[in-house]
């Protein structure tokens, strides 16, 4: 009788994609390795760079031995779904997005500017202070 696995899109294990949370894709099986990133032999930001992504090539790439492999079912907690496309949709932001950027960008230059102008100004009047009480 087969076993039954729990099915997971592409889109919901990149969800999962910080320390205390971390899931890993590796050649079509999801593994949630949260609890593992401390043993890890080659360290937590090896597996944090790859989380909530596909690391099929990063996995085969560090040439993972025997053991490690039979380790990694440990942590096995799903599959991806066949159907669901590999890489999530990316969201289109709408067009007034840019605008607000930039209006947001040209009222932090006005801002800063007239600090830089306070700033300086302020600084030559203590330095002419300074100077005449000489």
Known sequence: MPTLTKLYTMQEASQHNTAGDCWV???GKVYDVSTYLDE???GDDVILVVTGK??????????????????????????LD???PKIPKLEVS??????ETSQKFKDLTK????MSIAVVGISVVVGFLYWRRK
């Open 54 to 79: 596909d690391a099929t090539d990063e996995f085969e790439d560090a040439g993972h031995s025997k053991t490690a492999r039979e380790l990694m079912e440990t942590f096995f907690i799903g599959e």
């Open 82 to 84: 066949p159907g669901s």
């Open 25 to 27: 894709v590796i050649d």
């Open 111 to 114: 801002q800063y500017l007239g």
């Open 94 to 99: 709408s067009e007034k997005q840019p605008a």
């Open 40 to 42: 890890h032999p080659g």
